[in-house]
Structures are given as structure tokens and as C-alpha cells.
């Protein structure tokens, strides 16, 4: 069984950074393909960033593109975003993913099955 949890939210001013990290256990091809989900209240869930084995491809959101970096240490299978410049508009629950919806930030419709995992989330609150 796949578990994910994210780690490293916080309260920062706005200029600064933050890094999340996500430590995942199990194995499953979802763990293949991973990404930053974020929430915040009255909007959808959208899609941060995302990458695939071996960070080959890698998906921003065109909201957070120069700003975050996606990242994966699979000796320690833990997925990192380190988020700099951060704004009160990146305030958000963040969650860490694994499967079908990595995949289709990275490449569009899975070809092939691949289950969903996600983690509970972790609260990021910048001020101004």
C-alpha cells in the first residue's frame, strides 16, 4: 500500500521561500509519476508541478513557472518542492500525488491504469 506524506508547510513573508518535502512508501507504478497539488478555499485543486522517472519531463504551472522547483531523491523517496519568490496568491493546502493525475499533468490521458495516491496535505500561508 502507497502512503505519501508531505511535510515542511509554514507562514512565510511574501519574497520568500519555502520547501515541502512528500516521503512516500510502498511500492506501485503510480510512485512512478509524481506532483504538487494545491488547494485553496472556493477554488479547485490545481495541478503545481509534476515529474517523471528520472526528471526527464517535468511540468510548471504557468502560475508557478521560474518561481518553484520540483525535485525527487529516490534513495530517500521523498519528492521535494522548493517554492522561492512565494506570494499571498500561493497560499494553500498542498498535496503531494503519485499516479494517474502525475501523468496526465506530464503527458495528458494515462495509457495504462495507474491507481491515485495522495497525502493529507500540508497548510502553506504566505502574508504580504
Known amino acids: 500500500q502507497v502512503q505519501l506524506v508531505e511535510s515542511g508547510g509554514g507562514s512565510v513573508q511574501a519574497g520568500g521561500s519555502l520547501r515541502l518535502s512528500c516521503k512516500y512508501s510502498g511500492w506501485s507504478d503510480s510512485t512512478k509519476y509524481m506532483a504538487w497539488f494545491r488547494q485553496s478555499p472556493g477554488k479547485e485543486r490545481e495541478g503545481v508541478a509534476a515529474i517523471s522517472p528520472g526528471g526527464a519531463t517535468i511540468f510548471y504551472a504557468d502560475s508557478v513557472k521560474g518561481r518553484f522547483i520540483i525535485s525527487q531523491d529516490n534513495a530517500k523517496r521523498t519528492l521535494y518542492l522548493e517554492m522561492n519568490a512565494m506570494t499571498p496568491a500561493d497560499t494553500a493546502m498542498y498535496y503531494c500525488?503519485?499516479?494517474?493525475?502525475?501523468?496526465?499533468?506530464?503527458?495528458?490521458?494515462?495509457?495504462?491504469?495507474?491507481?491515485?495516491?495522495w497525502g493529507p496535505g500540508t497548510q502553506v500561508t504566505v502574508s504580504s
Open positions: 500525488a503519485a499516479g494517474a493525475v502525475a501523468w496526465a499533468l506530464l503527458y495528458g490521458d494515462p495509457p495504462i491504469a495507474l491507481d491515485n495516491y
